[in-house]
């Protein structure tokens, strides 16, 4: 059924405003209801071809079909079978299933499984992780509302005469009706009823209103509600978020009430905007850009060894089968087969660690984004404030703390009518006066004045003592102008211009620091009077003012000290404004020179914006999209960038970011969009997060540091041997058995502790610094290779093919004593053993592995494995190798990180 049967200007008009093919964006959803905010209510409801009555049944029927449910995007839950195919893809897992692959077509069936092995413990351990993470993530989602009260019409009613004169049918047509129905129900044209406490379930225009407050601290970040009006908006910005006549999606009303008409729903809505970008792919990290480049390094120089091999072997012994498969066990020694599951235990190490002070970690590469992050973007309200209005001061006209002001401001908001908003609710949490005033016995409600946005005041009577009292609050230039004296203590003076200047110069530094500011004013009156209206609110007493702020969590300025101690640099992004940012900043202890606000980011290239953001602490009055934008911006100075948020107006920034932080608080969109969700306000536990980053960071690198030299210098040494040697240096099983032992001694990696120096500062993947350690550590081990070469062949005279198994059981000790106790030179940058001592784990493993190398020779596989028994001379050879080796090592190592550093 099309509309224009019933609504023949529909086609023209509503499906023009709201195209639906695609997910529109936030500019196309601002050109939509900056228009209709422009129009008087009475042409906005002929613009969307609906009335005041509601729509027909069918006519939302219709509607709902056109335009889809009123959902927004959530990120979409994969099946198990794609997450795990999408652990598969990492570039590291691709070539060592494809080096699995030719091992085992080769007839090479150990090295293939011992492969196989290997990356399915990773990419299965990674799997369970972010599993159980997603799952905990998913029961923290909690809808804050599933109905929306909507005016609609009874299907029988509207029913055109031809066809009740067709049919003979005569129905009386039934009036519209107020109903409950799900707001995945709700279409363009639907007349909703909004009252305190409701969601906003839609982007609407406001028809009828009453003392209408609306929450957006989601979308805009400003920690006080804002009033909503029904007249025409004469704004002509360009961000939809500052007309006063449209509530939107995700939105929350304070107080009051209103009815409005339904205009975007859905994908449509600025929120459902956000949402397709939150559930849009995620841009590459730098944790993945830094395991995709190391990866690439290693494959190249499989891609120059391998070959080489193959054909010196070849040329040289003349067998080109054997020469292939020492080739392929070449190229398993050479890759860092270990490397997938070192990250992944590392990762899951550290996510259990977190775990335990109450952080889910959704991602686990986050944890070492975590580590690497040098600059955190914050959001301010939720976040680094209470989001919770507190009553701060209660000051007479001079500035001065009153208890008479706190006392007249609490009676007013205990008799005031109807559900109390935040500032009402802020001022009662003051308990205490209940019982010292004795309200119940001495103070009994006599009439009140309501609230209306002319006078932008209201006021109770109450009955104490014999009199009635006219207690009024409001906004402060509205209460001065119906004051004609003011009271401090005992004494009343007349105001005059003079109080007045000094009153705007208190509001005014008020105002500055953040501060909300509603005056007080009283009046008594003889009981005579039982009704009063706004005539009565003249000839008023000047009391004083009370002040409101959304004050900084706890441990917020502590939080921000300590990052800034471990070389993390915090700004803030936030859509509150200037004023406010800046008494928040001050209170948390961050220097504000600048504030940069949205309207100067839209307006900046990006390179002029990185320039900015380098020097700049604090942004202020951003949309979500420039809060992305600032964060890109960082990105192309190099910074690892985190950003904290818990609104919807987070859920870009969230997704921009190496990694997203939301809070205990948090919308279902930003916990969607975060990689790590802190389940407690205590922020300090960022320091935390950012410290076990940096030692999951730490013991990878000593993984890759340790298996990228080694590998360095075994190219060297293969590729002497097999000039050089009329034998192979080593057989394929003896290579695959010694890279299977020496990566078992490396698993115990993740349990080794980090120096304190190596936690002082961020730590990114930097591989021209792991280049160079490569090519200045792995040639010594090379040295020692050869030296063995020389001992085997000159020494114990094992220089022909026949003598074969004795050189090559004497190159395999060595390589593995070598490798396996190298880890310990390499972990620290300190003298190890005595300054700094690997964990219990990694030494028991070294221990064992080294003593599985001695016992090889003597052992029952030794025959399988083409090993013999080495003569007792070796030994004491061995020793002094390998001590040399570890001091020429670690005077290398203290040279290296003199001139270039520790990561």
Sequence with gaps: MKFSRFFPGLSGHLTALLPIKNAPSAASVSSRLLELAHMPPEHALARLDTSEQGLLDREAEERLEQFGANTVSHEKDKSAFAKILEQFKNPLNILLSLLAAVSWFTGDAESATIIIVMVTLSVVLTFIQEHRSSRAAERLRAMVSTTATVIRKDKRAGIPDEVNEAFHIRLVPHGPEKKEIPISQLVPGDIIHLSAGDMIPADARILTAKDLFINQASLTGESMPVEKFVSVSNKSMQDPLQLDNICYMGTNVVSGSATAVIVLTGADTYFGSLASIVTSERVQTSFDHGIT????????????????????????????????????????????????????????????????????????????????????CTDKTGTITQDHIILEKHLDIYGEESLPVLEYAYLNSYYQSGLKNLLDVAVLRHVELHEHLRVENDFRKIDEIPFDFVRRRMSVVVEGRGKHLLICKGAVEEVFNICVDSKIGDDKFALDDSHHNQLRTITQSLNEDGFRVIAIAVKEIDGSQSAYSVADESGMTLVGYIAFLDPPKESAAAAIAALNRHGVAVKILTGDNDIVTRKVCKSVGLHVDRIVLGSEVESMTDAELAEVAETTEVFAKLSPS???????????????????????????????????????????????????????????????????????????????????????GNMFSVLGASALLPFLPMAPIQILTNNLLYDFSQTAIPTDAVDEEYLAQPRKWDIANITRFMVLIGPISSIFDYATYALMYFVFHANTPAQAPLFQTGWFVESLFSQTLIIHIIRTARIPFIESRASLPLLLTSIVISGIGVWLPVSPFAHALGFVPLPTTYWFYLAAMILTYALLTHGVKMWFVRKYGLN
Excluded: C
């Design 293 to 376: 480049r190391f990866t690439w390094l290693m494959l190249r120089f499989i891609m120059v060894m391998v070959p080489l091999v193959f054909i010196i072997n070849g040329l040289t012994k003349h067998d080109w089968v054997e020469a292939f498969f020492f080739a392929m066990a070449v190229a398993v020694g050479l890759t860092p087969e270990m490397l997938p599951m070192i990250v992944t235990v590392n990762l899951g190490k550290g996510a259990l660690q977190m775990s335990r002070k109450k952080v889910i970690v959704k991602r686990l590469n986050s944890i070492q984004n975590f580590g690497a992050m040098n600059v955190l």
């Design 626 to 712: 420039q809060k992305a934008k600032v964060i890109k911006a960082l990105h192309l100075k190099g910074h690892v960038v985190g950003f904290m948020g818990d609104g919807i107006n987070d859920g870009p920034a969230l997704k921009a970011a190496d990694v997203g932080i939301s809070v205990d608080t948090a919308v279902d969109i930003a916990k969607e969009s975060a990689d790590i969700i802190l389940l407690e306000k205590n922020l300090m536990v960022l320091e935390e997060g950012v410290l076990e980053g940096r030692r999951v960071f730490g013991n990878i690198i000593k993984y890759i540091k340790m298996g990228a030299s080694s590998n360095f």
